[in-house]
């Protein structure tokens, strides 16, 4: 009879957690954040495949298609391999816009309720579209190196280029992590 008691205090003090398919669709407008990633990612597109274009017929038929660890080339391939990764590029953008909108739907550390829903919903919508602007722009910084490099204007990707994408995503991953935890 006590454990009961303790477990319908408990539950009371905490909302309900609501299983996926009961959570509310909600309809929230873009923040401004929101619509400068959404911005900034179309750009980031738009300029790798303007970059392309400029390039395309420039570029020697074997070009680097791998960097190792020091940035420098360690593997060679067709052209075609930068078309693959602009391909790449776009899908990720596409998949990831429509992803954004079903935060209903995303696995969440914290249980979600009708009280915080919109909150943790804003806030996933947000670390999915930095990601995907920092992924497009990481991507046609690494299709420029590869086009400067198979031109003979550059060696390889910067030795910083690697630490600074896992610094960049995993920090947007943790300051998620420690902003949805306060939303609770």
């Known amino acids: 009879m006590n454990s009961s008691r303790n477990l319908a205090t408990r539950s009371s003090a905490y909302p309900a957690r609501l299983k996926t398919d009961e959570r509310p669709k909600l309809d929230l407008p873009p923040s401004r954040f929101e619509q400068i990633l959404e911005f900034f990612s179309g750009l980031g597109v738009l300029a790798f495949g ?13 070009i680097p298609t791998h ?3 020091t940035g420098e080339p360690d593997g ?3 052209k075609y391999m930068l078309l693959a990764l602009f391909l790449l590029a776009v899908v990720l953008y596409i998949g990831l816009t429509i992803l954004r909108r079903y935060p209903h739907k995303y696995n969440y550390l914290w ?6 829903a919109a909150a943790h919903y804003r806030l ?6 930095f990601l995907k602007c920092t992924m497009v722009w990481m991507f046609a910084y690494i299709a420029w190196q590869t086009i400067q490099t198979a031109l003979g204007n550059a060696t390889g990707l910067s ?7 896992l610094v960049l ?4 991953i943790i300051f998620y992590l420690i902003k949805a935890s306060l939303i609770r």
């Open 159 to 165: 030795l910083a280029f690697l630490p600074f994408v």
């Open 111 to 116: 249980p979600i309720t009708a009280q915080n």
């Open 67 to 69: 960097f190792g660890a």
């Open 76 to 78: 060679w391939g067709s």
């Open 169 to 172: 995503d995993f920090g947007t």
């Open 124 to 129: 996933a919508r947000q670390l999915v579209g």
């Open 50 to 62: 303007l970059m392309m274009l400029q390039f395309w017929f420039s570029l020697p038929e074997k």
